[in-house]
DNA sequence: ACTACATATGACACCGGTCTCATATTTAAA
DNA sequence: TTTAAATATGAGACCGGTGTCATATGTAGT
């Protein structure tokens, strides 16, 4: 009860219940056997002493963890922050925790910060790596004996289970509605940033979902007959400013485009803001689609049609896999592909027909 | 560069730059002194060997550890991980991480994560404290040595730092505003949940930004001649259903209610809808205001005015506090009052005359 | 009563670092 | 040249648990 403060150990336990550290060390950690007497004098001793186990202590000895690292772009963002409380409550339930850090979508963070996480002798990684083509970081964990995760993304070269959604397959989803309803002319918008905020090669794209996405709406624009799709992708709307210009682009582009995909949230928001500030009508003179089921997206008129990405799931996923890792599953990686439907709402119109 | 598997020691790098463990030791963890020579030979050693420090042991034989807890209610909530997200980036700089937890702003859940927290034997405590009048957890904490510092909520009778929004004047400003453009019957809406949905006596309220609101709020309707506004304070609004019920209360009353304030942006988003769904005209026939400056808030016709907490400050501030008692500081506990200002937006109307 | 085997317990090495202290080597001062 | 002081280094204890192994006690079996 009383909070006492400097740390008592097993030994001190021992000690007052008049029994070796070994027995004291047997009951408290729950291995081995003790006599019911034993278990009964010990536990007493350690009540009333107020003994609090250092975990560190037993990691030390064990060589196990109990911590999870987790790497995300940006916890800030309701995508990463919503998969990271379904890696948590399914962590919590198998009695692990979970360090968690920002790579903000830089490599040298990444990396930095897996160091860092090894150094600390995680358990596990759960990852979102920034760049599929550099993953010496990642083989030196698995290396070390870590497993790894990647959430979103999936890296072929990485000996590494992944989950991620069905980019490729959304993109074709949002397109073929889109094209039902008269749609040709199609923006795609994201925030990668590029030198010469072009579209260049598409293996050069660091973020395998990015790339996924970019690779399937090529595909299926083309199929639809469209020419030169890569002209429909503007790269580059990392904040308020970028999106801006690139909505302005997007509105002076002949022929006019007639709706607009926006590859997450945060962008969806910011078009949607631009759009309305310059007075367009949603889904009249506009449609827009956009990757994940924000708040916002509930709130506005027309309320805004998604792809409906649940991180929850992706998170309690890749907990789920870790976790076997953990376990001893030694099975080859598996990629998991979660389905992301579509939600239709007020925000696809007819395309107009001027 | 290429990754062993099992972990080598300093001894390990000892014995190859042919020093003792030591010397290794010293160099290695930047301590002590060593000699040019020696300090090359062990660093060309652990360079090829691939050394990697482990924390665990370095924790275990200083006694510090790195890591940090953070117990908030629900990181998915944008409130919360913007919080963490300023906690991370501050704590980062001083090269320190942090194992995250939920509450799910229930108490026993609270009390395990500490343990679980003071187990791992973080330097520190960052916590969204759930129940102002269950303290032991904390009190066990800070007396073992772990400084504590709290979020969004303070408890006078912790000995911790605390960071909070000014959460009485900020509902007094929301009330002026409202008072001069002719609201008399103004709504509070919370989430709390009590036994028979009526609120009880204002002691009992466990979270102190939730009691000093509704202080704020009884106070200032009462100073400006409302009576009985304890008849106005709503709560309860803990999910779409039981928000829903409530708006329809709201909007049964009379005299009639002509604007909301919602103590959260999640009901904030919920009440919007709701509004939406029946037909009312914001701000003509309702108007409406919310904590927390969310996305949402920004994209809606007209956008909601909010009192703007900044979270991402709070949390900062909550780091920076944390890393200077870290540091020594042991000056009395403090509380850090944010200001949290009334953003203007189009929600706020003139009251109805009907 | 004596061997056989399960149960209980204690002594002690170990995990991988830090850090104290005593000793060895170098440099400066007298 | 001798002594004092500064600099380097190694041996080994320590942090607080786990886990091995040898010994001690208890219970059957014959």
């Known amino acids: 009860m009383s909070g006492k403060k400097s740390s008592l150990t097993v030994a001190d336990v021992a000690r007052a219940a008049k029994v070796s550290k070994a027995t004291a060390a047997r009951v408290l950690g729950g291995y081995g056997i003790a006599s019911e007497t034993a278990r009964k004098a010990v536990l007493e001793a350690a009540e009333t002493l107020g003994y609090q186990p250092n975990d560190l202590a037993r990691s030390m000895s064990t060589g196990r963890s109990g911590l999870v690292g987790v790497i995300v772009g940006d916890i800030e963002n309701a995508f990463f922050s919503q998969a990271v409380r379904g890696i948590s409550d399914t962590l919590r339930a198998a009695d692990l925790n979970l360090i968690i850090s920002n790579s903000s979508e830089r490599l040298s963070e990444e990396i930095e910060m897996v160091s860092v996480l090894l150094r600390q002798r995680v358990a596990g990684l759960i990852v979102a790596p920034t760049d599929a083509r550099h993953l010496d970081h990642l083989k030196a964990a698995l290396a070390a004996g870590t497993p790894v995760v990647t959430l979103d993304r999936h890296v072929p070269e990485l000996e590494a289970d992944?989950?991620?959604?069905?980019?490729?397959?959304?993109?074709?989803?949002?397109?073929?509605?889109?094209?039902?309803?008269?749609?040709?002319?199609?923006?795609?918008?994201?925030?990668?940033?590029?030198?010469?905020?072009?579209?260049?090669?598409?293996?050069?794209?660091?973020?395998?979902?990015?790339?996924?996405?970019?690779?399937?709406?090529?595909?299926?624009?083309?199929?639809?007959?469209?020419?030169?799709?890569?002209?429909?992708?503007?790269?580059?709307?990392?904040?308020?400013?970028?999106?801006?210009?690139?909505?302005?682009?997007?509105?002076?582009?002949?022929?006019?485009?007639?709706?607009?995909?926006?590859?997450?949230?945060?962008?969806?928001?910011?078009?949607?803001?631009?759009?309305?500030?310059?007075?367009?009508?949603?889904?009249?003179?506009?449609?827009?689609?956009?990757?994940?089921?924000?708040?916002?997206?509930?709130?506005?008129?027309?309320?805004?049609?998604?792809?409906?990405?649940?991180?929850?799931?992706?998170?309690?996923?890749?907990?789920?896999?870790?976790?076997?890792?953990?376990?001893?599953?030694?099975?080859?990686?598996?990629?998991?592909?979660?389905?992301?439907?579509?939600?239709?709402?007020?925000?696809?119109?007819?395309?107009?027909?001027?």
């Not at 399937?216 to 890569?230: I, N, Q, S, W």
């Not at 449609?287 to 991180?311: G, K, Y």
Request: contains cysteine; glycine residues 8%; proline residues 5%.
């Open 162 to 354: 992944a989950i991620c959604g069905d980019d490729r397959e959304s993109v074709g989803r949002v397109l073929r509605r889109l094209h039902e309803v008269g749609h040709r002319q199609i923006a795609y918008v994201t925030a990668m940033e590029t030198t010469d905020g072009k579209l260049g090669k598409l293996e050069d794209i660091g973020i395998s979902a990015v790339r996924e996405r970019i690779t399937g709406f090529l595909t299926h624009m083309r199929e639809a007959g469209v020419e030169k799709p890569a002209n429909l992708v503007f790269v580059g709307a990392t904040g308020d400013d970028e999106t801006s210009l690139v909505v302005t682009r997007i509105l002076e582009r002949s022929p006019p485009i007639t709706a607009i995909l926006a590859s997450d949230s945060l962008i969806g928001a910011r078009i949607f803001r631009e759009l309305s500030d310059r007075g367009l009508k949603l889904p009249q003179e506009m449609s827009l689609v956009s990757w994940f089921d924000a708040d916002w997206t509930r709130v506005t008129s027309p309320r805004i049609c998604v792809v409906d990405q649940p991180t929850y799931r992706f998170g309690q996923e890749a907990a789920e896999r870790l976790i076997a890792r953990l376990k001893g599953d030694a099975s080859p990686p598996q990629v998991f592909v979660i389905p992301t439907p579509l939600l239709e709402r007020g925000s696809i119109g007819a395309a107009r027909s001027d």
